[in-house]
């Protein structure tokens, strides 16, 4: 079959096309919500006990910083991890324009019930919760591969 300008095949996928293309301006945050969920900046609302948790535990002067506090910088997907045999989520996100040097990592069990992570700020690591050595190891270790999944 031979798509032409008049071949009403050809204009019934143009009209597609086009609607598809004015649902995301019409519904944007329906699409945009659906995509967010799996972004470490969706932990506010997608894990709000693993965020209150991770929120107390913040030292004060980071509180302030989106993307330490809320993950609010440049963040990458949530992903499920095994640490030290437990299943856990990690979330990371970084200071725009400053993510080798400016960054937050946590990991929480699902039922956010428990939440600990490192801050890197300019380069120095300051821990969040009481992750032990071995736990800090295993974040550096998730950070530092998109694809590591246990440690």
Known sequence: MTLTARSPDLRRALILAALIGLSGLLHPHAVLAKNEAAYSSSMPQTYPKAFALWRAQLPHRYRSKGWAARFAGDARPIREVTLLGHPMLFF?????????????????????????????????????????????????????SYVQSKC
């Open 92 to 144: 990371e996100s970084c200071k725009p324009h400053l993510c080798t040097i400016d960054e937050a990592d946590a990991v929480a069990a699902p039922d956010g019930d428990n939440v600990f992570g490192v801050i890197l700020h300019n380069g120095r690591p300051i821990r969040v919760g009481r992750p032990t050595d071995l736990q800090m190891a295993c974040l550096r270790a998730f950070a530092e």
